[in-house]
């Protein structure tokens, strides 16, 4: 049967008046004509009715299609809320009843999400979006056209219904995604805590089977996670005792028959699935929920295999320590609440003391002088307080027990000794180094001094060319005396000074040395004075270059005194080239080596000085005769050895062959510089001398034979002289002659 249309137009209205007519015929119906009309009013009702239901529920199935359509977006696991907003304002236009002229609008947080259409109309739609019941932005519906007002302007009252609607659900979806990122970063934070633990832990649940488990339980264990899921705890934690070996009730066990946290007993070792051992504590703990039932039990344990090692080392460091402590050339002390709470060896005989026991207990401060009692203190508040190391070394004065004082250095680390803080003072005995200091102040004075005393000009730079030593010499050359110049800039000393000297002062601090031996320097009133000069760096201790060091010397009157030398040396040259013989200077070796012959070595000898000199051509002991080399030399040494003048003749041959009677005197130089003895002298050729020497002793001895036969001659007539005086003695007659020898008797 086909549908009845009604229709307000009057054709319209005629037509379905004779189909309904037709209708009923065909039903055997026979109505009057106002019967009929009785009939299409009521259809025509009917029809209206159904037209606006109609109606009505497209529009309710356009506000299902749209929320079954932001379920479908908030369903999506990765939609971002930027994207669901901007999804969501393109589709709502479509479920309102003039979605050709409708725009939408969702404000969140300050930003826009909107249709390509939209613009802000009289025609306004708006619900807020509520999160946790604080409004976070508004939905927004306009139209872009005025049209009939049906309560709420031109929107429906499902209209309405649909907007808050899709705000709560808007409201809902950020809510749900909070809690779902709470929930994801409180698991994300509960894994990262679970994985970062140090400690090993493994979830069981009522039925003792793994259900969790961190890196550090899978490493200890040799179990991944993967593999131990839902096995029994003792297969994956399995336990013995380090001693015996035995197996250790597993404390899982016991956590859920109690309820109660358990903890192993020491000495426990677990034994991974690869078969390495751990020395381990554990504990289990149940897990609970709201209405405290055990839901299961979480094992926490870690390997304190390490740690037993580390309190064996700790045993035998403390050992060490005590050892090298005890042993330590350096004084040790601890000091604890400001009293001494240990002493070394070294440190007792440092205070006086013979043993530890006469000191530990009392006070740390009646050992230290009162002068320094401040800063003590304040370096104990560093040390006891504020546990800092003081490590900057304090020089201070120590007080024995008999009141003596000595000199220390100090530093200390700040340490728990016997339960309370304390301090480990390091101490050196500075003693013998502050004597050095004042020593070395001392010398640093006596260098003033000898400096400012020197007999030439001495003066002492600074790298800045600050004076800082000068001797009297230099203040008194320079015309100084009345100026104080310590401190001072030489160039602000002397202005004018030229560059030549700047040169040499900048080469100095470069690390050279620059000199002269004979330097003119011109006075003012034109006279020259001779200077013999040097510059040099200086050094501090630790290398660096400290400044330069000027020496100055006017050495006019030593050259003066050179020219004059030289002249008496040439002199005495032009003499020694006239005398009749050779001067020399040898060594005092076999060959006479000679080191200088005068120019009488040629006719002397027939060698010239080059030849004779260092034995060049031969040398002076091969000129002396065979026979009167060994006489000449001990002479000479006999001379040497008794440190007196030696003179002695004896034969030469000269270069031509013939020999030579020369006289020699010397005497040996000796010198502190020179490992040899040298010999200086001068040799004569006396050849003439020795001949005539030689034809007067034949001479003497001619007139001694002579003289010999007179006497001779003589005696005999004294004797017969005597003999005729007897003679006539005998015959009474008187004495005939007179000898001169009776007379004298006589």
């Not at 901007?86 to 979605?99: A, F, N, T």
């Not at 709470?182 to 649940?205: F, K, T």
């Not at 027939?606 to 065979?626: F, R």
């Amino acid at each position: 049967m086909e549908p009845i249309l009604y229709s307000d137009q009057p054709d319209g209205r005629k037509s379905l008046k004779e189909r309904i007519r037709a209708l009923l015929l065909k039903q055997n119906y026979n109505l009057s004509e106002n019967e009929l009309n009785e009939v299409l009013e009521e259809v025509g009702f009917y029809q209206q009715a159904l037209e606006k239901r109609t109606h009505d529920l497209g529009e309710r199935e356009k506000e299902l299609n749209c929320l079954y359509n932001l379920s479908l977006l908030v369903e999506k696991p990765d939609i971002t809320a930027k994207e669901l907003f901007q999804s969501l304002v393109e589709l709502v236009p479509g479920s309102w009843q003039y979605p050709e002229i409708t725009c939408a609008r969702i404000i969140y947080n300050g930003k826009e999400f909107k249709t390509a259409n939209f613009k802000e109309t009289p025609w306004k739609q708006s619900a807020p979006v509520l999160v946790d019941n604080e409004k976070k932005g508004t939905f927004d519906i306009f139209l872009l056209e005025e049209k009939p007002d049906l309560g709420e302007g031109p929107f429906l009252k499902e209209e309405r219904n649909l907007l808050d609607t899709l705000a709560k659900n808007v409201g809902y979806f950020l809510e749900r995604r909070k809690m779902i990122k709470a929930l994801r970063d409180s698991e994300e934070n509960q894994r990262v805590i679970l994985h970062s633990l140090g400690d090993a832990v493994i979830a069981a649940d009522t039925n003792g089977q793994v259900i969790q488990m961190n890196p550090i339980a899978e490493q200890l264990t040799g179990w991944s996670f993967s593999e131990a899921g839902n096995k029994p705890i003792d297969v994956v934690f399995r336990i013995v005792n380090a001693t015996t070996g035995r197996k250790v009730e597993n404390p899982v066990k016991r956590v859920l028959e109690t309820g109660k946290i358990v903890g192993l007993a020491n000495h426990t070792k677990l034994i991974s699935k690869n078969g390495k051992e751990y020395q381990i504590s554990d504990s289990g703990a149940p897990i609970k929920d709201d209405q405290g039932a055990v839901m299961g039990v979480v094992l926490v344990f870690r390997d304190v295999t390490e740690e037993y090692n580390i309190q064996q080392k700790l045993k035998e460091n403390e050992e060490r320590f005590r050892v090298i402590v005890e042993g330590a050339p350096d004084p040790i002390f601890i000091q604890s609440e400001m009293k001494f709470a240990y002493l070394n060896p070294v440190a007792c005989k440092l205070f006086g003391v013979k043993s530890a026991d006469e000191l530990v207990g009392t006070p740390v401060m009646e050992r230290f002088h009162p002068d320094y009692h401040e800063k003590i203190r304040e370096r104990v508040r560093n040390l006891n307080t504020e546990r800092k190391s003081v490590v900057e070394p304090l020089e201070q004065i120590f007080l024995r027990v008999d009141g003596s004082e000595v000199w220390v250095e100090t530093s200390g680390e700040p340490i728990f000794y016997k339960g309370k803080n304390g301090a480990l003072v390091f101490v050196r005995d500075i003693t013998a180094r502050k004597k050095a200091e004042k020593e070395l102040a001392h010398s640093h004075e006596l260098m003033r001094y000898i400096i400012e005393h020197a007999n030439s000009a001495v003066a002492v730079h600074d790298c800045d060319l600050k004076y800082v030593y000068v001797s009297q010499q230099y203040l008194q050359q320079y015309k100084l005396v009345e100026t104080d110049i310590i401190g001072k800039n030489h160039y602000d000393i002397f202005p004018d000074l030229p560059q030549k000297w700047r040169d040499v002062h900048q080469k100095a601090l470069r690390g050279e040395v620059s000199k002269a031996e004979r330097d003119p320097y011109y006075r003012d009133d034109g006279s020259i004075d001779w200077t013999r000069w040097e510059c040099r760096p200086w050094y501090k201790a630790d290398g660096e270059i400290g400044g330069i060091v000027l020496y100055t010397e006017v050495i006019t009157e030593r050259i003066e005194a050179e020219n004059a030398l030289r002249e008496n040396e040439r002199r005495l040259s032009t003499l020694m080239d006239n005398l009749p013989g050779m001067a020399y200077r040898c060594k005092n070796d076999a060959e006479w080596t000679m080191e200088f012959v005068s120019s009488g070595c040629l006719p002397l000898t027939g060698y010239p000085a080059d030849e004779l000199n260092n034995n060049e051509v031969i040398s002076y002991g091969q000129l002396i005769h065979p026979d009167d080399r060994k006489k000449v030399w001990e002479e000479v040494q006999a001379a040497i050895k008794e440190n007196r003048s030696f003179v002695t003749e004896y034969w030469i041959t000269d270069k031509n062959g013939k020999e030579h009677w020369v006289w020699e005197q010397g005497r040996a130089i000796n010198s502190d510089s020179e490992e040899q003895d040298y010999i200086e002298g001068f040799i004569m050729d006396i050849t003439q001398r020795k001949l005539a020497e030689t034809e007067l002793k034949q001479r003497m001895e001619e007139l001694e034979k002579f003289n010999r036969v007179m006497v001779g001659r003589e005696n005999r007539m004294i004797e017969l002289k005597r003999d005729i005086n007897e003679l006539l003695m005998k015959l009474g007659q008187p004495k005939k002659y007179r000898i001169q020898d009776e007379n004298e008797e006589n």
